[in-house]
């Protein structure tokens, strides 16, 4: 059965830097038929997706173009993972972060992690 | 403001049929596939609908999608109590080069 488990800080302070993690298990963050992306939700926004990463015998990055300064999604091969960081915080990034899997065409997020509250605030 | 408008609120009694809508524009609903999700209470989105019309196994088929031009519908028939939750429709957008979602709607059935 594939789960995403994710982890990291529920509170964050203003203008640090939001890190968060994505463990994969049951499938493989290498895969060449999907995409691992960070998809946050909060009563202001809703649902915003933020960026994602794939492996197309290179990897390839693509984030959200309002956030394109201050996000960065990372694989780890070796610990089969995914990151998030979002630097610079306000209090505006105040919300429910998810990392979620997606397959395209058509683009379908078919797997979704728990998602993490978290709070920027000093 | 979420790119893809949706009503905020439907509601409906037990048996009926309810269409929650979708509009969008060229760049996403007119040109690309929608899917629907489905949020209950406290829990991950999950996907009920997708290539605008398809139902992943285990979605029951009281639950179908259709799309008209820039707009995208999602029907429930036979509605039950267990469909209280919040719907999503969402597709990619050419012009934003990324995957976009409607503001959501608050379904209750009464």
């Known amino acids: 059965q594939v789960q995403l488990q994710q982890s990291g800080p529920g509170l964050v302070k203003p203008s640090q830097t939001l890190s968060l993690t994505c463990a994969i298990s049951?499938?493989?963050?290498?895969?060449?038929?999907?995409?691992w992306n960070w998809i946050r939700q909060s009563p202001s926004r809703g649902l915003e997706w933020l960026g994602r990463?794939?492996?197309?015998?290179?990897?390839?990055?693509e984030y959200a173009e309002s956030l394109k300064n201050r996000i960065t999604v990372n694989p780890d091969t070796s610990k089969n993972q995914f990151s998030l960081q979002l630097n610079s915080v306000t209090p505006e990034d105040t919300a429910i972060y998810y990392c979620?899997?997606?397959?395209?065409?058509?683009?379908?997020?078919?797997?979704w992690g728990r998602g993490t509250l978290v709070t920027v605030s000093s | 403001q979420s790119v893809l408008i949706q009503p905020p609120s439907a509601s409906g009694t037990p048996g009926q049929k309810i269409t929650i809508s979708c509009s969008g524009s060229?760049?996403?609903?007119?040109?690309?596939?929608g899917n629907w999700y489905q949020q209950l209470p406290g829990t991950a989105p999950k996907v009920l609908i997708y290539?605008?019309?398809q139902r992943p196994s285990g979605v029951p088929d009281r639950f179908s999608g259709s799309k008209s031009g820039t707009s995208a519908y999602l029907a429930i028939s036979w509605l039950q109590s267990e469909d209280e939750a919040d719907y999503y429709c969402?597709?990619?957008?050419?012009?934003?080069?990324?995957?976009?979602f409607g503001g959501g709607t608050k379904l209750t059935v009464l």
């Open positions: 969402a597709t990619w957008d050419d012009s934003l080069n990324g995957p976009v």
């Open positions: 990463t794939h492996y197309r015998s290179k990897w390839y990055y």
């Open positions: 290539s605008n019309d």
């Open positions: 049951g499938d493989s963050v290498s895969s060449n038929t999907v995409a």
């Open positions: 060229r760049s996403n609903i007119g040109s690309n596939t």
């Open positions: 979620a899997r997606s397959r395209s065409p058509p683009l379908i997020f078919d797997l």
